[in-house]
């Protein structure tokens, strides 16, 4: 096992090399079958394990995030 197999992921910081087209295509399809989580579900998030909260500006540039109208 080598340091990327161990590494743990963190909000915020970016992904190493070999893992992110892996995890933009978990994450779209997911998107694409349960739609995105909204900005009070990322804040949930944050909060439970105790990270600080970036501003919604830097969630939505990071993420897909729902428009918390249309969210269900």
Known sequence: MNAADTWE???GVPLPPGQRAKAEAIVAELVSERGA???????????SIG??????????????????????
């Open 51 to 72: 990270v600080v909260w970036p501003g919604d500006e830097e969630i939505r540039r990071l993420y897909p995030v729902a428009d918390s109208a249309f969210a269900g």
């Open 9 to 11: 992921p963190q909000p």
């Open 37 to 47: 989580p909204t900005l009070e579900h990322y804040r949930r998030v944050y909060r």
